[in-house]
Each structure stands twice: as C-alpha cells, then as structure tokens.
C-alpha cells in the first residue's frame, strides 16, 4: 500500500510540475497574433523598427520616420550620407528627422564617409527632430570620427527628464567642444 501511494504523490508531482509551463504555452499561443513576435514557438521575437535610409537623402533634407513606442530610430547608409553634400547651404548641411510623437530618437551613421562629407564641404551637420535640435561642429565632424566605423547620436526628452549622447564606434564621446543641444 505505502509503494502505491508513493506512485500517486510522485504521478501528482510530476502533473503539477507540468502546469505552469503548460500555462506558459497556452498564453503564448493565445498571443501570438498580438504583435509579441507570432511564429516564434512562443519566444518573443523583436521587431526591428529601423528606418534605413539607402538611398541619397531627399532634396529637402527630410526623412520620414516611423515612431514605435515613441522611439524613432534610423540607420543611413554610405550612399545616404554621401548625398548630405549636396544639402550644405552656407556653411550649414541640416537633416530633418520627421517623427511625429517620438520622445526619443536613435540615429546611426557610417564615420569615415561622414568625416568626408565634413572635410568636403567645411559645414557642420544640424539634426532637427521633434526629440532635439543637435549641431556638431565642422571640427568634431573632421577630427572625433575618423577611426571609428559608426556614429551613434541618442536624444531623449519626456516630461520628467532629458539625455543625449554621442558615441564613436562604441565609445562615448564626453567634453567635447561645440555641439549645441536644443530639447
């Protein structure tokens, strides 16, 4: 008797064990139409949001971006930053970010083709966006990042805080001269 009632607590051990990750699945598969990465097997898979801009920037200077979660976030290519050249109007190349509702806006772009486009054209480079208004100077443009393979620009502005960053490969750039931030 003792054996069979040792096999009963084990069976319900072993069932009980099992519910939660059941559960788990179950929600999984309930969700898996809502965004949360469908097709995944349940694992959340992210979507990527970047707008890539490969071909030259327009004319205008305008990229339209989209806005997830309020974060705007956009990649230009070497052929994208190359047409920024045709942009510098006295002294002055500006590049418009479009993101309506963005509280944040994530901005990457190739170092050396930029560091060429600035020694070029002799002008600084001004970003405006709904986030912030961000100039850097001809100089930094010239001088920071010429080693480095990327450039990564971070603006965030809510109603409680407001940050900003450079980073040059993947090293931030601190006390550097000239760059004027506008929130």
Do not use: C, H, W
């Not at 898996?32 to 327009?58: A, F, L, M, Q």
């Not at 970003?127 to 850097?136: C, D, F, L, M, Q």
């Amino acid at each position: 008797m003792k054996k069979q009632f040792i096999a009963k607590l084990l069976a319900l051990a072993l069932v009980l064990s099992m519910v939660p990750a059941a559960l788990l699945v179950a929600n999984a598969a309930a969700g898996s139409g809502s965004g949360s990465g469908s097709g995944s097997g349940g694992y959340y898979t992210p979507v990527d949001t970047t707008v890539r801009v490969n071909e030259p920037v327009s004319s205008d200077g305008v990229i339209e971006v989209k806005v997830v979660n309020g974060t705007a976030t956009v990649a230009l290519s070497n052929k994208a930053v190359e047409s920024l050249a045709d942009l510098a109007k006295n002294g002055e190349i500006v590049l418009e970010i479009k993101a309506e509702g963005a509280t944040r806006l994530n901005m990457s772009l190739p170092a050396k083709v930029l560091t060429e486009v600035a020694k070029e054209t002799g002008a600084d480079l001004t970003i405006k966006s709904p986030v912030a208004n961000i100039t850097i100077p001809n100089s930094v443009l010239t001088n920071e990042f010429t080693s480095y393979g990327s450039v990564s620009i971070s603006a965030q502005a809510t109603e409680t805080s407001v940050s900003f960053s450079i980073q040059a490969g993947s090293r931030a750039l601190k006390n550097v001269k000239g760059i004027k931030v506008e929130f």
